[in-house]
């Protein structure tokens, strides 16, 4: 059975820093492409951060390069994203995701999600 279960959504006020965890289970981690996607209210998911497995290419939304770094923890099972100098428009609801891309797949396992609000 597949989890991807996020944690450490918070309230902070901009410029602040949070780190999202993501502990996953169920399928072969470190073969499978992971990221971090956001939605907001009713608008459809937006793709923030992502890796590709076997020392593929990292990708950024351009909106949150240079202050968000994805990381994992293959040991783990451990996905992160850390966030710096938080904006208003982060403001957001936070999903972990995985998918076997290698093979053509798309990200089809999710967690439940994790709030994020950015605010003074």
């Known amino acids: 059975q597949v989890q991807l279960v996020e944690s450490g959504g918070a309230a902070v006020q901009p410029g602040g820093s949070l780190r999202l965890s993501c502990a996953a289970s169920?399928?072969?981690?470190?073969?499978?492409?992971l990221g971090w996607f956001r939605q907001i209210g009713d608008k459809g998911r937006e793709k923030v951060a992502a890796?590709?497995?076997?020392?593929?290419?990292?990708f950024y939304h351009d909106s949150v390069k240079g202050r968000f770094n994805i990381s994992s923890d293959n040991a783990q099972n451990m996905l992160y994203l850390q966030m710096n100098n938080l904006k208003s428009e982060d403001t957001a609801m936070y999903y972990c995701?995985?998918?076997?891309?290698?093979?053509?797949?798309?990200?089809?396992?999710w967690g439940q999600g994790t709030q994020v609000t950015v605010s003074s």
């Open positions: 169920g399928f072969p981690f470190r073969r499978y492409c």
């Open positions: 890796l590709v497995p076997f020392g593929g290419t990292t």
């Open positions: 995701a995985a998918g076997d891309c290698v093979r053509g797949g798309d990200f089809e396992y």
